[in-house]
Nanobody, 123 residues
Framework: EVQLVESGGGLVQAGGSLRLSCVAS????????IGWFRQAPGKEREGVSC????????YYADSMKGRFAISSDNAKNTVYLQMNSLKPEDTAVYYC????????????????WGQGTQVTVSS
């Protein structure tokens, strides 16, 4: 069956770094765009970044520019989100999701979703 499993979240101090992983199985990884989304308490879910055929695409948000980077290891069916210079406002549940289309910021274009991993940044 289809699975997307996120890992790598946790508690980190402001200014620190985390690398999130998303391991996909049960579908043809190379035929899908894999996106990262996040949702903070009381906030709408927002797109972070996306990658398809090893080509990254960035969702524009001033708070994340220059700090986050997406990459993939296709042999391992894995997508990563490197997060540097973390801020308390980055605290959220981070999800990976798969779309049969090209990278798009609209969450309803994504048909498979992981369970999410919690990132908490303390000040």
């Amino acid at each position: 069956e289809v699975q997307l499993v996120e890992s790598g979240g946790g508690l980190v101090q402001a200014g620190g770094s985390l690398r999130l992983s998303c391991v996909a199985s049960g579908f043809t990884f190379n035929n899908y765009a894999i996106g990262w989304f996040r949702q903070a308490p009381g906030k709408e879910r927002e797109g972070v970044s996306c990658i398809r055929h090893s080509v990254p695409n960035i969702y524009y948000a001033d708070s994340m520019k220059g700090r986050f980077a997406i990459s993939s290891d296709n042999a391992k069916n894995t997508v990563y989100l490197q997060m540097n210079s973390l801020k308390p406002e980055d605290t959220a549940v981070y999800y990976c999701a798969a779309s049969p289309l090209t990278c798009r910021p609209r969450e309803y274009d994504y048909v498979y979703w992981g369970q999410g991993t919690q990132v908490t940044v303390s000040s």
